[in-house]
């Protein structure tokens, strides 16, 4: 079975900044895109980021010129940076990969804990 390997998450203040990666295997060669999902304690997972094969990307309403997503040239590598963090971000984000032949992969989620 075919994971994404995620990391970076953790605890911050409100106001700080974190950075999660995620990291596909190299065997997966038709990216279509990437991205990140956030799911709070209670709510079903939604997405909050996207970024594409040829580089465009989508966000959430709620995280636009906070959250920035981006791609490793050429890799399937992604980063969401995290900017002024707020409560509500708190979660399990995962990350995920559609590819062109509508395979679609996860990865087990890293925690987020945006508190004071």
């Known amino acids: 079975q075919v994971l994404l390997v995620e990391s970076g998450g953790g605890s911050v203040q409100p106001g700080g900044s974190l950075r999660l990666t995620c990291v596909a295997p190299?065997?997966?060669?038709?990216?279509?895109?990437m991205g990140w999902y956030r799911q709070a304690p209670g709510s079903q997972r939604t997405m909050v980021a996207t970024i594409y094969n040829g580089g465009s990307t989508k966000y959430k309403d709620a995280v636009k010129g906070r959250f920035t997503i981006s791609r490793e040239n050429n890799k399937n590598t992604i980063y969401l940076q995290m900017n002024s963090l707020m409560t509500e971000d708190t979660g399990v984000y995962s990350c995920?990969?559609?590819?062109?032949?509508?395979?679609?992969?996860w990865g087990q989620g890293t925690q987020v804990t945006v508190s004071s």
């Open positions: 190299d065997s997966i060669s038709n990216m279509y895109s």
């Open positions: 995920n990969m559609d590819t062109w032949d509508a395979q679609n992969y």
